[in-house]
């Protein structure tokens, strides 16, 4: 096996709302992790939270074993929020002193703030917040490079660039490549590595 | 990336439980599986479909459940392996022929997988399917990972043709949707021809008819049969123990509760002073298997789902051994130590374990804990709703203007489909939709309500039904609503697929589960030929959908209105706009007299924004559908649509 | 026209919006259906004869409530802003001038509820420029009636009879006030007169702009409206209704409702009518559109009711409406009579009766009425 992980099991929450393709990044990062040689379980929440709600995959990688779909409370190690409110939700519940956190900016309103009743944080206090909070934040526009790369979608693989950049897993743009090859029409591969890029260069 | 016909034996993927499921199934040699769509089940036909080829592995997405049991069904007579899967729910739509199939004896492997969804992740209910196999009396199988969701779905082929009869698989939605590794076997080659045998006499199994007469002794058959199976349950690998050989407490669990438990332990680092013994066949318990292991502990902790399932066979096996092995003291549902409602996960089995053992589980430094909590006022809560472009949202704003209009309390009967968001969050379906149940029961319960006019009601009473909630199980309460003349106003909202569960066929449309053309079943005609007027309708013609409902609702009897407009996320619109939608700043009367925020605080569609800075509405590009219906009920005429560019 | 004037219609005026509407009119059975509050916003509309809510709206001031005429209001502020101290009698509002008249074109008398004053008036007004649109009411499907604006004179001849429902015709003229037409005229009831003054008596915003388009408000005469939704099943137990063209209220010794098919007349007992009363008009207590620049309504002569049919008795209130009446003399487009001695009294006898009625309603000043009656 190449690379290692600091912790048994290593657990990472993929959160976002329903649209982001958090399922697509969840299956996307463990795959490349997979091919490494580890055991790789996902915890997926879908079905009606499809519907605008929030939606969270919990990732636990293992040289060894098996883990539970659900990651003990206060025991992420990395948490990717494809967006800012996400992040604070995941990390009120799975938050420590060491979780290391990657922050994707372009908000989306839930319904509650859509119709006025109620607040969305500045992006400030979510930076503040964020930052008192994690050993490591970094924070991206992921929404918008998309755009720029012509599908706002392709945000949730400029955040897994990003978690490339980031050096906290044995992953590359190489391994990167060969899953998506895998599963993908040969079409979209190509914006999809450019995506990887922009996100791997945004932190590194 | 998922599981297809390129990948090769021996292969390590990542596969969803319920891909697993569909592997073990392929792996088996299943030639004919059928099913009903529903969260968390959905995927395993979905995945089978995509290996069917003719004369090898028939696929269909059956009407309802009940169906898809008969279906499967009738290949195991013909001697094939057949899979039938659901949601449970579905169990009980199909109960009444399982237990009739049950008492007839099965021929080629059939394997029913149930899907059960504790903590109704994606259901309106918690219902077991776990209940049936002690009630139907058939073996039933737990997977505890992907690997065993696999193995298992394999051996249970086997073990049905052992015992003649029906085996249950049961996973549950922490298994199904979630992934792991799992290694690829081999697929058999495909043989074996299609052939019922009916000419021997009733009491020959290979070649009489099929059927559960006579009752007693076949039933007497299919106990015994179960007994086999009980013993080899005894020396099957889906049981196994690990930990101390004399713990301090005994877990017994079974299902994802195993990789809970196991989590739980690590978590509290009691792996020295507890054991858990992992059942993977929970009905019957191998009862051998659980006196050994209840003979090493003091304490016994059951760790499960829901109800106390596991825990009263293990208490009655206990019970009955009690003079060899001692009296036990038991943690479980019935004592409190775990919740007999709601889904578990790691930190609730660490908790009844801490408790039990005197051990606090760990936890962060207090004080950012403090922090954490303080988090919690800052998060605006993600209210669900309907898609941006849905055209359900659409359909509940025709029915609100109507109903309000007619003023005489008129009121929807709910039903399962992604308009249930109308009952389930009262300002999705504009506080319209006011009962929710059963697949097809919205159309019931107004048939019901229907006939007590002469008791007083004055209400106008609706119902929706989804179109594939209508073949499902509508039909014969619409029928039964026409022959009883309720006066009742049915529509339904036909958005051209099961896009609840992601889109699968139905017999609305002209292709199958297997991607071939099928003959369509129209809905209006079924409808028109049961005597039932129908208008078809478009649910984003608002003006016209209202005033075709308010002249339905003076109507007596049964009036039908269609409204058909496909999903907003179906593969032919997504990502395509109809329209470029914007707001005409200049002309938003925002939250002055005059409008108040009807777009964003009434029909609160996500592609609307209020910006609360400039006080006006906004569309945000990237949410909108490009649908354009808001634009429509601007009072203002201030969201403008224009032609997009069709690419 | 008169005066405007700058200062509110009173202090005593509640304020609200949607939710106090529901609450105080719509909840309590005082809504007149006139449409005051409909087509202002997207929350509120009109349905048969009904004033529905749509949506619920949380604006805690809004201008359904200011506009609804049973919505709390000084009714004596409001009189100040249009009507001159020196006119006004306790029974009738302001009275300018007194007339029995009708129209001089027999065709048009024809086509009218009694003697086409009303029509005449109108068509006059639209053919001298005083008005370029007129907000009149015309029969629709089923004896629900249809607010609708005319801008042809030739129209206005078209649209004579009086519709026994309530027409949303407030409703109407908020919807054209935003549109094209520069001056409005309009034929209303009290009920809708009450609205179009507290409209007009607001301070010229943005919350009533347009208002200032109103240029002419000739009333009708109530005694009370009828319920749609009573009164179609009623009607079509007794007829065809789509044969009916019209309906009439004979004096009160008469004790019916005539119901004019194309063939026959058909004659109901008010008894049986009385149930069909829209609730709101038990609590109505103006009878005579006191908030009109003149209003009409059927006369009566010595010869009796079959030549009083023929006629109107006018109430003239302001100098618009005079200078109306003034030119219509002037123009022969009405004919004038002298009005019987004591029909003024009579008028004002039978208007105190509905005052009367509403107060009983409200269970308000009974002792006021025992000292009247006991004097
Ligand atoms: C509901 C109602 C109740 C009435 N009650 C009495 C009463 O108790 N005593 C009495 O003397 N007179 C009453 N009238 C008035 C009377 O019926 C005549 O309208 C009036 O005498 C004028 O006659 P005319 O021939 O000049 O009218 P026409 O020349 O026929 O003109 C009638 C005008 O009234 C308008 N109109 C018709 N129906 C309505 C409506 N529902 N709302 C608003 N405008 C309408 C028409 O558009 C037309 O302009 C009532 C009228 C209505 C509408
Ligand atoms: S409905 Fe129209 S006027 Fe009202 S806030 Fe929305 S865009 Fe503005
Ligand atoms: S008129 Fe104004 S206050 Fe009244 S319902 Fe409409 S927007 Fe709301
Ligand atoms: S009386 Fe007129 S303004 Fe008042 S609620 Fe009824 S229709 Fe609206």
């Given at each position: 096996m190449n690379g290692h992980l600091v912790k048994d099991p290593y657990n990472i929450v993929i959160t976002g709302v329903g649209g982001q393709g958090n399922v697509m990044a969840s299956r996307v990062l463990s795959n490349m992790l997979v091919r490494k040689g580890f055991k790789v379980t996902i915890g997926e929440t879908f079905g009606m939270s499809q519907r605008g709600g929030s939606v969270m995959s919990h990732i636990r990688v293992s040289p060894t074993a098996v883990w539970s779909p659900q990651i003990p409370k206060g025991t992420a190690d990395l948490i990717v929020a494809l967006e800012p409110i996400e992040a604070i939700r995941v990390l009120a519940d799975y938050?420590?002193?060491t979780v290391k956190i990657l922050v994707n900016l372009r908000a989306i309103y839930p319904v509650g703030v859509i119709t006025g009743e109620d607040e969305y944080p500045s992006t400030t206090v979510i930076r503040e917040t964020v930052m008192a909070l994690a050993a490591q934040a970094r924070f991206l526009d992921a929404t918008d490079e998309a755009i720029r790369l012509g599908n706002p979608i392709l945000g949730n693989i400029v955040m897994i660039g990003a978690v490339a950049g980031m050096k906290v897993l044995p992953i590359d743009r190489e391994l990167f490549e060969a899953v998506i090859r895998d599963g993908m029409p040969a079409a979209r591969v190509e914006a999809n590595l450019r995506a990887f890029a922009i996100g791997e260069a945004n932190v590194a | 990336m998922s599981l297809d016909r390129e990948q090769k034996e021996g292969a390590e993927l990542l596969l969803m439980g319920n891909e697993a499921i569909a592997r073990g199934a392929l792996e088996a040699g299943v030639r004919v599986a059928a099913g009903y769509p529903g969260t968390p089940s959905s995927e395993i036909i979905e995945t089978l479909s995509r290996f069917s080829e003719a004369g090898k592995l028939y696929v269909e997405w059956s009407t309802n459940e009940k169906v898809a049991m008969e279906v499967a069904a009738a290949a195991s007579f013909a001697g094939l392996r057949s899979l039938c899967v659901m949601k449970q729910n579905g169990v009980n739509v199909a109960s009444d022929f399982l237990l009739h199939l049950t008492g007839s004896g099965t021929r080629g492997g059939m394997v029913l997988v149930t899907c059960d969804d504790p903590g109704a992740l994606s259901s309106v209910n918690e219902g077991e399917s776990r209940h049936f196999a002690r009630l139907m009396e058939i073996p039933l199988l737990e997977p505890s990972d992907f690997r065993e969701a696999k193995e298992m779905t394999r051996w249970a082929f086997t073990l049905s043709e052992a015992i003649r009869n029906v085996v249950m698989v049961r996973s549950v939605t922490r298994m199904s949707h979630a992934s792991g590794n799992v290694v690829l076997g081999a697929l058999p080659e495909i043989a074996g021809k299609a052939a019922f045998c009916c000419d021997g006499p009733v009491s020959d199994p290979d070649c009489g008819p099929v059927i559960s007469t006579p009752v007693v002794a076949k039933h007497r058959l299919q106990q015994e049969k179960l007994r086999g199976a009980t013993t080899l349950f005894e020396e099957s690998p889906f049981n196994a123990y690990e930990g101390p050989e004399d713990p301090e407490l005994l877990i017994i669990t079974s299902s994802v509760c195993t990789l809970y438990s196991r989590e739980a332990l690590s978590l509290l680092r009691a792996e020295g002073r507890t054991g858990i013994l992992k059942l993977g066949t929970t009905w019957p318990v191998p009862p051998a298997l659980l006196k050994k292991r209840l003979a090493s502990a003091k304490k016994v902790l059951i760790v499960e789902e829901v109800l106390p399932f596991l825990e009263d066979q293990v208490k009655i096996l206990a019970a009955e051994q009690a003079h060899e092995i001692g009296i036990k003291e038991f943690y479980g549902k019935n004592d409190g130590t775990l919740p007999m409602v709601g889904e578990l996960n790691p930190d609730l089995v660490a908790a009844a374990v801490g408790r039990i053992l005197g051990i606090d589980p760990p936890s962060v430094p207090a004080e950012y804990r403090e922090k954490l909590t303080a988090l919690t006022a800052l998060v605006p809560k993600r209210e669900q709703t309907f898609c941006p472009g849905c055209p359900h949202r659409a359909s509940f704003w025709g029915i609100r203007e109507a109903l309000q209009r007619d003023h005489r309390g008129g009121f929807v009967c709910g039903d399962i489909g992604c308009y249930a968001m109308a009952s389930l969050f009262p300002a999705a379906g504009f506080h319209t939709a006011k009962t929710l149940h059963s697949m097809g029961s919205g159309t019931g319960i107004a048939s019901g309500f229907g006939k007590l006019g002469p008791f007083g009601m004055e209400q106008p009473v609706l119902a929706v039904c989804g179109d594939s909630t209508f073949y499902h199980a509508a039909i014969p309460a619409l029928i039964n609503a026409v022959h009883h003349r309720a006066d009742i106003t049915f529509i339904a909202l036909d958005n051209s697929g099961t896009a609840m569960t992601g889109f699968q066929s139905h017999p609305?449309?002209?292709?199958n589960a297997m991607g071939e053309a099928a003959p369509m079943v129209d809905i209006a005609a079924l409808c028109r030929a049961i005597g039932a007027p129908v208008v078809v309708g478009d649910p984003f013609a608002l003006t016209e959908t209202r005033e075709t409902l308010n002249r339905l609702l003076e109507e007596p009897g049964v009036k039908v209105l269609i409204l058909k407009q496909s999903c907003a996320l179906s593969p032919g619109k997504k990502g395509k706009k109809t329209f470029l939608v914007r707001v005409d700043e200049t002309l938003c009367r925002g939250?002055?007299?005059?409008?108040?925020?009807?777009?964003?605080?009434?029909?609160?569609?996500?592609?609307l924004l209020w910006n609360r800075d400039r006080k006006k509405a906004e569309i945000d590009e990237v949410i909108c559908a490009g649908c354009g219906f808001c634009a429509g009920i601007c009072p203002a005429g201030a969201i403008r649509n224009e032609e997009a560019a069709k690419s | 026209m008169q005066e405007r004037v700058a200062e509110p219609a009173g202090q005593r005026n509640g304020q609200g919006g949607q939710k106090e509407l529901e609450e105080q009119v719509l909840r309590t059975g005082l809504?007149?259906?006139?449409?005051?509050?409909?087509?202002?916003?997207?929350?509120q509309a009109i349905y048969q004869d009904r004033t529905v809510l749509l949506h619920p709206c949380d604006l805690a001031q809004g201008r359904c409530y200011d506009f609804c005429p049973r919505t709390p209001t000084d009714r004596d502020a409001l009189r100040r802003n249009f009507q001159e101290a020196a006119d006004c009698t306790p029974e009738l509002g302001a009275v300018k001038g007194f007339f029995i008249t009708r129209a001089a074109d027999g065709n048009l008398r024809c086509r009218a509820q009694h003697g086409g004053s009303v029509t005449a008036l109108m068509a006059l007004a639209l053919r001298e420029g005083l008005i370029d649109a007129a907000v009149l009411v015309e029969e629709g499907e089923g004896l629900l009636p249809r607010s609708v604006t005319v801008t042809d004179p030739n129209e206005a001849g078209e649209r004579g009879r009086s519709r026994l429902v309530v027409s949303p015709t407030v409703a109407e003229f908020n919807r054209i006030?935003?549109?094209?037409?520069a001056k409005i005229g309009v034929v209303a009831t009290p009920c809708q007169a009450i609205a179009f003054a507290k409209m007009r008596a607001l301070p010229l915003s943005e919350s009533n702009a347009g208002i200032e388009k109103l240029r002419l408000v000739v009333g009708l005469f109530c005694g009370w409206a009828l319920s749609w939704r009573k009164l179609a099943p009623l009607l079509k137990k007794k007829t065809d209704i789509a044969r009916v063209i019209g309906m009439d209220i004979p004096p009160s010794r008469y004790h019916t409702l005539e119901v004019y098919t194309s063939g026959e007349t058909i004659r109901v007992s008010l008894d049986e009518i009385d149930p069909c009363v829209r609730e709101a008009c038990r609590s109505c207590d103006d009878m005579t559109a006191e908030f009109s620049d003149l209003s009409v309504g059927s006369a009566r002569l010595p010869e009796g009711w079959e030549t009083a049919r023929g006629w109107n008795q006018v109430i003239v209130r302001t100098k618009q409406g005079m200078d109306l009446l003034e030119l219509a003399r002037r123009r022969g487009v009405l004919e004038f009579r002298e009005a019987p001695p004591g029909n003024l009294e009579k008028l004002k006898a039978a208007s105190l009766g509905k005052k009367r009625a509403a107060e009983r309603f409200f269970g308000r000043d009974v002792a006021d009425e025992e000292t009247t009656q006991a004097g």
């Open positions: 938050g420590n002193p | 609305g449309l002209e292709v939250d002055a007299c005059g409008c108040n925020r009807l777009c964003t605080r009434i029909f609160r569609c996500p592609g | 809504c007149t259906g006139c449409g005051a509050c409909v087509n202002l916003c997207p929350y006030v935003r549109g094209d037409a």
